[in-house]
């Protein structure tokens, strides 16, 4: 069982006192150190991805973090994040929580839900290192507006963006998520993929989830 913290609209696991950015939508991991031991495991780390230090991240997420988790470590493991009770249980043997099933694909390790929006399916990105969601769709801003967001990626730095507040069912599970829209570069990106969005952490709030990305598996 390891501490799980939401500061500032971003989730961090701590392991030995230090904070990490726990990032399903990231496929590299990297950090200060050169190695991390997580849930037993040994795993080599880069000093950076698309050019980006655990300093920068830091910086970026306004706390202070000695890395990122991403898909290719997080893609080993079964979670249950209990956002309510601040913990993470991790595990290399199957674990189980009787929540709503939603199944997951996934595209270079970054896992997929099926989103389902006035009544039409969306096939999104489930990124726990997104503070907000993104709709890639002309009809975002028909939504009651939720204000404007400043987020940040990897690839291209800061980023501004109007939001607005949206009915979003994965599987029987409904949530209103603050919905932004992404800068060109990244929605380019997102397209070529044949993703039209992206579901972040809100989902994690306040409740406990399973996420067992080895069985394609997202329990809410």
Same mark, same amino acid.
């Given at each position: &069982?390891?501490?799980?913290? *939401? ?8 392991? !030995? ?12 991991? *990297?950090?200060?150190?050169? @190695? ?5 495991? @040994?795993?080599?780390?880069? !000093? ?7 300093? /920068?991240?830091? +910086? ?12 290719? %470590?997080?893609?080993?493991? +079964?979670?249950?994040? !209990? ?22 694909? @996934?595209? &270079?390790?970054?896992? %997929? ?8 399916? $969306? ?10 969601? $993104?709709?890639?769709? /002309?009809?975002?801003?028909? $939504? ?9 990626? &990897?690839? %291209? ?7 607005? !507040?949206?009915?979003?069912?994965? #599987? ?23 993703? @039209?969005?992206? %579901? #972040? ?17 997202? &329990?809410?």
């Amino acid at each position: &069982m390891l501490p799980l913290h *939401f500061r500032d609209g971003h989730l961090f696991m701590e392991i !030995d006192g230090a904070l990490w950015l726990l990032d399903t939508g990231a496929p590299a991991s *990297f950090g200060s150190d050169s @190695e991390l031991v997580f849930a037993g495991v @040994e795993f080599p780390l880069a !000093d950076s991805f698309l050019g980006m230090t655990a300093t /920068d991240l830091s +910086d970026f997420v306004s706390t202070e973090c000695v890395g990122l988790l991403g898909t290719d %470590i997080l893609g080993r493991f +079964d979670f249950l994040f !209990d956002l309510l009770n601040g913990t993470a249980e991790v595990s290399s043997e199957n674990l189980e929580y009787d929540g709503q099933p939603v199944s997951l694909d @996934e595209f &270079m390790g970054v896992p %997929i839900v099926s989103a389902r929006i006035r009544g039409v399916d $969306y096939r999104m990105f489930f990124d726990t290192g997104a503070q907000i969601s $993104y709709f890639q769709n /002309d009809s975002l801003a028909t $939504y009651p507006p939720a204000g404007e967001v400043t987020d940040f990626h &990897m690839s %291209i730095g800061r980023f501004q963006t109007e939001t607005y !507040d949206v009915d979003i069912a994965l #599987g029987e599970a409904g949530f209103v998520l603050r919905c932004g829209s992404l800068p060109d570069l990244l929605n380019a990106t997102l397209m070529g993929a044949g993703i @039209e969005g992206i %579901i #972040g952490n809100q989902i994690l709030n306040n409740r406990r989830v399973g996420y067992f990305p080895r069985r394609k598996l997202l &329990m809410l």
